[in-house]
């Protein structure tokens, strides 16, 4: 049953919107959840703002936790669009929304070259207009974390700009997500192929360009090759993003005995100590390459741990229950931060604490929990937050809620 749904909430959203004109279906409340990746979460944001989603949430990759899924709730979207895959944005989150009754829909490839392609062929059909008001194109490394950081603090983005991202293992990828926004744009694009290292080279230059020139481009004119040199800031911030993932890297794998990511991990912490140390010698280039290095093998470690973890807590029913509870108490309080009276549901889930917290636990008693109680309140809850969404619709488009209005009385949950 839960394959069938996650098949059929996609189609049921697309055909809702069929139904609709337009620019009714460009108006929705759209959310992107997307992992912390930075290819990925650099083309979620300027996807978000060419389709003009409501906001952006940014999950640790390869991590579930309930407490984003919340983040998503706060938007009251009708709709989320999840970028990458499980790998990166655990399946967990899909639950969360089918519990609550949000349409989604998962855009992502094998690897970050194809979650791009996917994401850029499937919006820019959902999306033509938004789509054909592109007006600039960045073509960067997939990896060069650098250029994605420079361009968005150094540049005044154009508002419809999108990023495509290679390696030399990828040039068609690469050329067929290029061509899919040059045939869509009314105008022809400005094309920025960004390099800030010798190290992490676009390989396939110039066959990028001579397709470019083939489509009527001239350099300098319509597209460019900037040679940036990275400024010392932005590896020192580079290097501090490898350094988080590393930790969470260790941290996820304290517990578990899986010698090729203990391997992988000793790997990733030499490699940024060494970056640290070239970082302090002034040889900042040497130390970014590292940190890319690092970066590779803690995500590694993440995805076989997150996965192992996983398969522990479906085989302890105590710990299972628990995950259970937390998801719960995660979307009660966006509820009441939203201004519902979830008083009695959450009265209900004091009662599973209760039983959970005791010494003993007998089978029926966990029966009845995961068959029963918790699936009731899941219910309770999908209701309670679809009634706010109808309220909120039915707001006039010209009322704007005074400054006192936010603390007026919770409204009940339906029950």
Do not use: C
């Amino acid at each position: 049953m839960a394959m069938r749904n996650k098949k059929v909430l996609p189609f049921i959203l697309m055909l809702t919107l069929s139904l609709f004109p337009e620019s009714l279906a460009a108006d929705i409340d759209m959310v992107i959840l997307v992992s912390d990746n930075e290819a990925d979460s650099t083309l979620a944001e300027s996807v978000a703002n060419i389709i003009g989603a409501k906001g952006i949430v940014k999950v640790p990759w390869g991590i579930y936790n309930p407490d984003y899924s919340a983040e998503v709730l706060k938007y009251v979207p009708d709709r989320v669009i999840i970028i990458g895959g499980p790998t990166a944005v655990p399946i967990d989150y899909e639950k969360d929304f089918e519990e609550m009754g949000i349409p989604y829909e998962r855009l992502w490839g094998k690897n970050r070259y194809e979650t791009n392609l996917a994401v850029i062929q499937k919006l820019k059909n959902e999306f033509p207009e938004e789509f054909s008001q592109i007006e600039t194109v960045y073509i960067t490394h997939g990896r060069d974390v650098l250029s994605m950081l420079m361009q968005k603090e150094l540049k005044q983005m154009p508002s419809k700009s999108i990023w495509i991202f290679t390696d030399k293992s990828y040039e068609e990828l690469t050329l067929q997500a290029l061509d899919e926004v040059i045939k869509t744009a009314r105008n022809r694009p400005w094309v920025e192929i960004v390099i800030t290292s010798r190290f992490v080279q676009l390989a396939p230059i110039d066959t990028i360009t001579n397709f470019l020139k083939q489509r009527g481009y001239t350099e300098g004119a319509h597209f460019t090759i900037s040679n940036v040199r990275p400024a010392k800031r932005f590896i020192l911030e580079a290097l501090k993003l490898v350094d988080n993932k590393t930790h969470i890297a260790e941290k996820f794998l304290d517990g578990l005995d899986i010698p090729r990511a203990k391997r992988r991990l000793s790997i990733a912490k030499e490699q940024i100590a060494r970056a640290w140390k070239l970082y302090s010698l002034g040889d900042y280039q040497e130390a970014y390459i590292l940190a890319v290095a690092a970066s590779r093998n803690a995500d590694f470690v993440i995805s076989i741990s997150a996965r192992e973890w996983n398969g522990i807590i479906q085989g302890r029913p105590e710990i299972r229950l628990k995950r259970e509870v937390l998801r719960l108490e995660a979307k009660v309080k966006v509820l009441k931060e939203l201004g519902m009276d979830v008083s009695t549901i959450e009265a209900e889930i004091n009662e599973l604490k209760a039983i959970l917290n005791k010494p003993v636990i007998s089978p029926d008693e966990y029966r009845d929990i995961l068959l029963n109680k918790i699936p009731q309140i899941k219910k309770e809850l999908r209701e309670a937050f679809i009634e706010e969404k109808r309220s909120r619709r039915r707001i006039p488009v010209e009322h704007v809620p005074g400054r006192g209005e936010k603390d007026r009385a919770p409204r009940k949950s339906g029950r």
